[in-house]
Nanobody
Framework: QVQLVESGGGLVQPGGSLRLSCEASGFPFRFYPMSWYRQAPGKERESVGIIGADGGTTKYADSVKGRFTISRDNAKNMAYLQMNNLKPEDTAVYYC?????????WGQGIQVTVSS
C-alpha cells in the first residue's frame, strides 16, 4: 500500500533552516509529482509547493517562494523540502502528498516550530 513518511521536523529559531524528508513506498514514485502541504493551528491546510515527476519543474506558494526548495531523488524514492530563512508564520504541521491513480495519499505529518 502507499506510504509516505515525513522526517526532519523540529524547533528552529527565526532565520534558521530545516530540511524535511518524505520517504515514499507502495507506488511507482518516479512517475508521479510530489507535493508538500502545511497546516497551522486554527487554519486550513495549504499548499507549499509541488515538484514534477522528473524533478525538472517546481512551483511554490508565494509565501515561501525564494526561501523553500523542493527536490527529489527518484533512485531512493525520496522527496525533500529545504526550508531557509524560516519565520514564525512557517510554524505548522507539514505533510507530503501524492495523487496516485487510486486516490489521495498523505503522510502522517511532522511538526515544524519556528520560535526564539
Amino acid at each position: 500500500q502507499v506510504q509516505l513518511v515525513e522526517s526532519g521536523g523540529g524547533l528552529v529559531q527565526p532565520g534558521g533552516s530545516l530540511r524535511l524528508s518524505c520517504e515514499a513506498s507502495g507506488f511507482p514514485f518516479r512517475f508521479y509529482p510530489m507535493s508538500w502541504y502545511r497546516q497551522a493551528p486554527g487554519k486550513e491546510r495549504e499548499s507549499v509547493g509541488i515538484i514534477g515527476a522528473d524533478g525538472g519543474t517546481t512551483k511554490y506558494a508565494d509565501s515561501v517562494k525564494g526561501r523553500f526548495t523542493i527536490s527529489r531523488d527518484n533512485a531512493k524514492n525520496m522527496a525533500y523540502l529545504q526550508m531557509n530563512n524560516l519565520k514564525p508564520e512557517d510554524t505548522a504541521v507539514y505533510y507530503c502528498y501524492v495523487l496516485y491513480v487510486r486516490g489521495n495519499y498523505w503522510g502522517q505529518g511532522i511538526q515544524v516550530t519556528v520560535s526564539s
